[in-house]
């Protein structure tokens, strides 16, 4: 089972990204996939999620209305888009992937990608 993040950069406050996190040796249609992001000096903190079952998807408080996750479960890629990037959005992205429910719990996760780095900055 891997995970590979990519996509990150540096961006603009206002500006646009979209995350990447190739799955491979398992089915995104059966795996709950979540990203997280961790700033420096701060907690690993769950961004959205996508369930297995129905691709419902979840959301931080800090993030709804300016990021969208996604998936293509053809290309078991699963995507975020951000937008409206601000500075505060700064942090490693990571990708993780769990059999179970689409939750916002970082130990609920059994499978990590290696982080993708987003800079908000003018």
């Known amino acids: 089972v891997q995970l590979q993040a990519s996509g990150g950069g540096l961006v603009q406050p206002g500006g646009s990204l979209r995350l990447s996190c190739a799955a491979s040796?398992?089915?995104?249609?059966?795996?709950?996939i979540a990203w997280f992001r961790q700033a420096p000096g701060k907690k690993r903190e769950a961004v959205s999620c996508?369930?297995?079952?129905?691709?419902?998807?979840v959301y931080a408080d800090s993030v709804k209305g300016r990021f969208t996750i996604s998936r293509d479960i053809a290309g078991n890629t699963v995507y975020l888009q951000m937008s409206g990037l601000k500075p505060e959005d700064t942090a490693v992205y990571y990708c993780?992937?769990?059999?179970?429910?689409?939750?916002?719990?970082?130990?609920?996760?059994?499978?990590w990608g290696q982080g993708t780095l987003v800079t908000v900055s003018s």
């Open positions: 993780a992937a769990q059999k179970g429910l689409a939750t916002k719990g970082v130990d609920d996760y059994d499978y």
């Open positions: 040796g398992f089915r995104l249609d059966y795996h709950a």
């Open positions: 996508i369930s297995a079952s129905d691709g419902g998807t």
